[in-house]
């Protein structure tokens, strides 16, 4: 198996945009993180990466391209996905209704951050279809298959450890800020970026 470093140096670059660009999975682990701490957002994040990690693993072995060739598949999963989201929003903005915001002395338990994580990720095609379009770019004159599987390994590895900076910063920041107006200022915001996001993926 032959593998190209030729276009290294162009897909890290690429990779960096990608990653620093924030979307729906930043925010869930911010979220996470500033409300129950660092070991619930490592568990979202692992959610998150068990998620990227099957549907990269799709686009390396094939069964990607055969997906994408069927637009049910994919708008079912656009569907599902914006569902998910759109029950993500509203669960915040019961408890922002509740007045369940974050007490001073001591930070909340999260619902199961790891399901989380896997949910918000699996049910988004856009990871998939990013897969598709941008990995195959970058293959040079490598064996196919290797080469995916360096990219994709590379680029889930970037990923991770930006959102593992996330993770921590918000955790760290979540000690500090544990304050009721601040989490139900985080808690509205992230509700308003979830349901935004609910409906731009199926608009």
Request: net charge positive.
């Amino acid at each position: 198996m032959h593998l190209d470093f030729t276009q290294l140096p162009t897909f890290l670059i690429a990779c960096a945009v990608v990653v620093l660009t924030p979307g729906v999975d930043a925010f869930l682990l911010l979220r996470t993180s500033m409300r129950a701490g660092t070991k619930a957002g490592l568990w979202a994040l692992a959610g998150i990466h068990t998620a990227a990690a099957v549907q990269v693993g799709l686009v390396i072995s094939g069964l990607g391209v055969v997906i994408a060739r069927y637009p049910v598949v994919l708008t079912a999963l656009k569907w599902i996905g914006a569902a998910y989201l759109l029950y993500l929003a509203l669960s915040i903005g019961r408890g922002l209704l509740r007045r369940t915001a974050v007490a001073e002395d001591g930070p909340v338990a999260a619902d199961r951050p790891f399901r989380q994580g896997f949910l918000t990720n699996i049910t988004n095609p856009k990871m998939l279809l990013f897969s598709l379009a941008f990995l195959p770019h970058f293959i040079g004159a490598g064996s196919p298959a290797a080469q995916l599987t360096m990219l994709a390994l590379i680029f889930l590895a970037l990923a991770a450890l930006w959102e593992l900076l996330i993770v921590l910063a918000a955790s760290s920041m979540g000690r500090r800020l544990r304050k009721p107006g601040v989490s139900t200022a985080l808690d509205a915001v992230c509700a308003a970026v979830f349901l935004t996001m609910s409906v731009g993926l199926v608009v």
